[in-house]
C-alpha cells in the first residue's frame, strides 16, 4: 500500500517515526550549516582515529546531539560581551529552521531552554549574574516565525534529575 501525506504524519501511522526522522535530519542539517557560517558552531579537535568521519589533523564539527525530537544547538560564543547577540541569532536561526519545515519551536517554560556553560576564570559568577535571584530571557523574531522569548535557566531536570544549579555569593 502507498502512505500519503500532504502535512506531517498521524501519530502511530507506521512510517510516522520514519517521515519525521528524514524531515528533522534535513532541519538539523540546515541549521548546524547556519550556525556554521556565523561562526557559532563548536568544533572539536581530532581525537580518534578510529571513527571513520573524523581525519586525524583535522577538527571535528560538534553534532546536534538529539533524542527523539529534542535537540541541542550548542553555539561558542568569541567572549562575554557577544553572548547575549549570540544567544538570539542562534534562537532565530533555529525558529527559522523549523519554520521552514512547517514546525516551531515550543517556547513554553520548561519545554525550551537555555543553559550557558562558562569556562574560565570567574566563571561560576558569571553563570550567576545570568541566573541566580531574576529571570533573564533572549528573545528573537523573523518573518518567517512568531516572535520567541526564551529563558537562561541555571539548571534543567533530566529524566527527573537536576544538573547544578546556581549558589548566591
Known sequence: SIACTQKGTRP???????????AFHRILKTLAT????????PKLPTVDPAEPL?????VT??????????????????????LLKDLGRALALTAESLANSGMQVNDKP???EILVDFNGV????AA???????????HASGPT??????????????????NAGCQQH
Open 12 to 22: 502511530g501511522h507506521p512510517y510516522a517515526d520514519v517521515v519525521f526522522a528524514f
Open 34 to 41: 547556519k550556525l556554521e557560517n556565523l561562526e557559532l558552531r
Open 54 to 58: 573524523i581525519v586525524l589533523g583535522q
Open 61 to 82: 564539527k560538534m553534532p546536534l546531539p538529539t533524542f527523539f525530537d529534542d535537540f541541542i544547538a550548542q553555539i561558542l560564543a568569541k567572549n562575554p560581551t557577544t
Open 110 to 112: 520548561g519545554k525550551t
Open 122 to 125: 570567574g566563571e561560576k559568577h
Open 128 to 138: 550567576d549574574l545570568l541566573t541566580c535571584g531574576h529571570i533573564t530571557t533572549i
Open 145 to 162: 516565525f512568531k516572535a520567541l522569548d526564551v529563558q537562561i535557566v541555571g539548571q534543567y531536570r533530566h529524566l527527573g534529575s537536576y
